[in-house]
């Protein structure tokens, strides 16, 4: 009672407005720029439940916009991170943690039970998912993206009359037709706005007050410092929830294309395994993609300095078929007390 007293005095929230959120289950696709602060102020709101699905390590690169995850988790999976800082917020938090990415196969199993659904994805495929998932669950979905220093924020909710994510975005954007977040740039209170948005909506949703953001899209121009409300209508023609569906399940051609943002359709190794394949292997080329003070600072015996934005150009005569990621990179490197080069 002490912990929620200053949202349990609110006379439309109320003890069984906390009730209710006791009793949730929420899931968040992803514990990064938006799920973080998203599953933040979810945990510290009492939702009984949380899901989180990330697959991801906590790199040097995410801390200037994923609060949930500091320095002493670098190297580290997200998951752990978010567990160690949710459940000190939130000790009676019932957390399941799943380090996999979000897929068609799993999809129906890990949304099982679940009120809300949560996208903190970075990529089309998933946030096709997360919609196909929450449309077959009848369940509401709460969407945000950013790019640049603009942010959108809604609520796709068929079952109750509103639009989904098709509606909008019947098909998915041609690969590199739109700039990934590592391409784009962002400054981190952009997603702790929208996942700060999507929290607020979560718990309006979970808990019946105020007026859901179904059919109402929130835009936010940051550098102008304005919130544009667009109406969002159904599309009679969706092939997911028009009046003649095409699709039945939530495995599709939308669903099953490669993800772009995380490199997590190119097949990866640990750092573990690196240092194995490094002995076995000697004629493996290493390329670092980080910038030259970071590889300055600390590198990995025999790798080549290619900085990403200089990739395109320099990987014109790659083998692209025999690619593989490190995942967690020098970060899980140095982590796993691998050695450096001298
Ligand atoms: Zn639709």
Same mark, same amino acid.
């Given at each position: 009672m002490e912990r929620w007293s200053r949202q349990i005095i609110l006379p439309e929230l109320g003890i069984a407005g906390q009730q209710r959120l006791l009793d949730a289950k929420v899931l968040c696709i992803g514990s990064g720029a938006l799920g973080s602060p998203a599953t933040l102020y979810l945990a510290a709101a009492g939702v009984g439940h949380l899901v989180i699905v990330d697959p991801d390590v906590v790199e040097s690169s995410n801390l200037q916009r994923q609060i949930l995850h500091g320095e002493s988790f670098r190297g580290r999976l997200k998951i752990e991170s978010a567990a160690s800082r949710l459940l000190d917020l939130n000790p009676t938090l019932r957390l399941e943690t799943h380090a996999v990415r979000f897929t068609p196969e799993n999809a129906l199993s890990l949304s099982e039970g679940c009120d809300v659904i949560v996208d903190g994805s970075d990529n089309f495929p998933t946030r096709f998912l997360t919609n196909d998932t929450a449309f077959f669950r009848k369940i509401p979905l709460v969407h945000a993206a950013i790019q640049k220093f603009e942010g959108q924020m809604t609520v796709f909710a068929p079952h109750r009359g509103g639009p989904c994510y098709r509606c909008l975005l019947p098909e998915l954007p041609a690969p590199g037709a739109v700039p990934s977040c590592a391409e784009a740039g962002v400054i981190g209170a952009l997603p702790g706005i929208m996942g700060s948005m999507q929290a607020m909506e979560t718990i309006k949703l979970i808990t019946g007050i105020g007026e859901p953001a179904i059919g109402q899209m929130t835009c936010y121009d940051a550098l102008l410092n304005r919130f544009r409300q667009i109406a969002l209508a159904p599309d %009679?023609?969706?092939?997911?929830?028009?009046?003649? %569906?095409?699709l039945f399940h939530v495995s599709n051609p939308q669903t099953n294309a490669p993800t772009h943002c995380?490199?997590?359709t190119i097949p990866a190794i640990s750092v573990n395994e690196l240092h194995e394949l490094l002995t076995t292997s000697p004629g493996i080329r290493l390329i670092d993609v980080r910038e030259p003070d970071e590889y300055a600072a600390a590198a990995i015996s025999g790798s080549e300095l290619v900085p990403l934005a200089t990739i395109p150009e320099a990987s014109q005569d790659w083998p692209k078929e025999d690619v593989i990621n490190v995942t967690g990179g020098m970060d899980a490197w140095l982590a796993a007390g691998l050695p450096k080069k001298e």
């Open positions: %009679p023609d969706c092939a997911l929830c028009g009046k003649s %569906p095409r995380t490199m997590s």
